[in-house]
């Protein structure tokens, strides 16, 4: 059978239990604000540290960046050479000197080929296609 | 018959045509197996630009070829006739080979100077060359020369601007006229080949009634193919 106690005393009694509750409710929020306050100095330097780091870690990514790019630009870079500029270095000393180990063959000449003479032809006959 | 057999294996192009597909005799393997070992040693020593030199963005080498036009192309083989002649890195090393060989107009013959990528062999099937093709240009006599100049002139100063897609040049000295080739990577690339044919109009300055053809390598390979099923037959018979 269900009891139900019906008297006053047990009726006060539960509302003071009540009360006690709400009481301890209300000191565990006013604990609360220390917490944010804690958190926020604990993460000012935690932020800071890893600011720091993470501008260091740019830095170096910029540096081998730039690195890598100028190292690129020399490697794939393409070494180009007008016609005229090719054909001016054709006169120089260095062009005339015969190579080492030409094999024996009737087209190998034993001096060079002036250039001069062959280059005023060019220019002559540059658009004569006749 | 064979008159008429032998001039149409003049009439073809650019030099590389009288490639030989049937395999050479046991005599002819064994010369071939030194000149690839005295290739492959010339391979593994790399050319470098001289100190002051001016470098080029690839090394070069230079090859001749001579057939005698006679004979019949069977009997030889391209890879036996055609010589290496030297490598080169620099600007100022290329006018050293340049200025030491004749001009292609004073060639004689069926004559060819080639001009390749070095590592690249001027034949069909390098590995190159396989999926690639030319552009031939077919030029009166006493042109050769000059185009020639321009020719290489332009592929070493880098003026094709196709990236890597350049192999070599050709200039091919026949009886009644001279042909000049320019090979390349990729076939299929139309983008490529246009891009290379708009620059060897400006290059050579050529007339715009030109005729410029250009020629897949497997397209050559089974001309070669055909003709040279052709000559067994006529031989049999």
């Keep these: 059978k269900w009891y139900v106690p019906m008297n006053l005393s047990t009726y006060l009694n539960f509302i003071d239990i009540r009360m ?6 209300m000191i565990q929020k006013h604990l609360q604000p220390t917490r944010p306050l804690r958190r926020c100095t604990y993460n000012s ?4 540290v890893k600011s720091e780091s993470i501008i260091s870690y740019c830095r ?17 870079a393409k ?35 002036s250039f001069l003479f062959y280059f005023i032809l060019v220019v002559f006959f540059s658009n004569n296609w006749g | 018959m064979r008159y008429a057999f032998n001039e149409s294996l003049k009439d073809d192009d650019s030099g ?7 395999s050479p005799k ?11 070992k005295e290739q492959n040693t010339t391979k593994k020593k790399m050319v470098v630009p001289g100190a002051g030199e001016h470098p080029l963005q690839y090394n070069y080498t230079f090859w001749y070829s001579r057939r005698t036009p006679g004979r019949p192309a069977s009997t030889q083989s391209y890879e036996q006739n055609i010589k290496q002649i030297g490598s080169f890195a620099s600007v100022e090393q290329f006018w050293r080979f340049y200025s030491h060989m004749i001009r292609p107009g004073d060639l004689t013959g069926h004559s060819d100077f080639h001009l390749f990528k070095e590592g690249i062999k001027p034949m069909w099937e390098d590995d190159a060359n396989k999926m690639g093709g030319k552009w031939i240009i077919r030029l009166r006599k006493g042109l050769a020369s000059r185009c020639w100049e321009n020719l290489i002139l332009a592929m070493l100063g880098e003026q094709f601007m196709v990236g890597e897609e350049i192999c070599g040049a050709v200039v091919s000295v026949r009886f009644q006229e001279d ?11 139309q983008g490529t080949t246009a ?16 005729i410029m053809e250009y020629k897949t390598h497997t397209d050559s390979i089974k001309y070669v193919c055909l003709l040279s099923l052709l000559f067994s037959l006529h031989l049999l018979l």
């Design chain 1, 45 to 48: 330097k935690h932020t800071a």
């Design chain 1, 79 to 113: 070494i180009s050479y007008s016609r005229e500029f090719l054909m001016g270095l054709a006169s120089c000393p260095e062009a005339k000197i015969k190579p080492l180990f030409l094999p024996d063959n009737p087209i190998i000449l034993s001096e060079a080929v």
């Design chain 2, 179 to 189: 042909i000049i080739s320019i090979w390349n990577k990729t076939a299929s690339d």
């Design chain 2, 195 to 210: 891009r290379i044919r708009d620059t060897l109009r400006r290059v050579l300055n050529l007339p715009p009634n030109t």
């Design chain 1, 20 to 25: 006690e509750v709400a009481r301890r409710r």
């Design chain 1, 60 to 76: 170096t990514f910029y540096f081998c960046l730039t690195g890598i790019c100028v190292l690129m630009s020399v490697f794939i």
């Design chain 2, 16 to 22: 590389d045509h009288d490639q030989d597909q049937s």
């Design chain 2, 26 to 36: 046991d005599s002819e393997t064994i010369k071939i197996e030194d000149d690839e």
